[in-house]
């Protein structure tokens, strides 16, 4: 596995892991880059993008547009919270680690 890979997966996981942790499980991408700034794992808005993509076509999260704007939000799923709590394995996502 190359190092883009393993920084995706990284990625991934810290996504889920913050929409997770928000009150409706939702987040706009400009709130999450902030939040993956926060924690040490900056990402560009591009990357950040194929990412939520990434997370979307796997059912672990919905994307959508605000409309008149090019702003996007994602929310968790059902699928997407058992992977953020380490309920269920998903390849391409880093485990959480174990408290």
């Given at each position: 596995?190359?190092?883009?890979?393993?920084?995706?997966?990284?990625?991934?996981?810290?996504?889920?892991?913050?929409?997770?942790?928000?009150?409706?499980?939702?987040?706009?991408?400009?709130?999450?880059?902030?939040?993956?700034?926060?924690?040490?794992?900056?990402?560009?808005?591009?990357r950040?993008?194929?990412?939520?993509?990434?997370?979307?076509?796997?059912?672990?999260?919905?994307?959508?547009?605000?409309?008149d704007?090019?702003?996007?939000?994602?929310?968790?799923?059902?699928?997407?919270?058992?992977?953020?709590?380490?309920?269920?394995?998903?390849?391409?996502?880093?485990?959480?680690?174990?408290?």
């Open positions: 596995m190359n190092i883009i890979e393993l920084e995706n997966q990284e990625y991934r996981r810290d996504i889920i892991a913050l929409l997770e942790q928000d009150s409706d499980y939702a987040m706009s991408e400009l709130i999450l880059k902030k939040a993956l700034q926060a924690i040490g794992n900056p990402i560009s808005k591009d950040l993008r194929a990412q939520l993509q990434w997370l979307k076509e796997q059912g672990l999260v919905t994307v959508k547009t605000i409309s704007t090019d702003l996007q939000t994602a929310k968790l799923t059902a699928l997407g919270e058992d992977a953020a709590n380490n309920r269920t394995t998903v390849p391409g996502i880093a485990r959480k680690p174990l408290d």
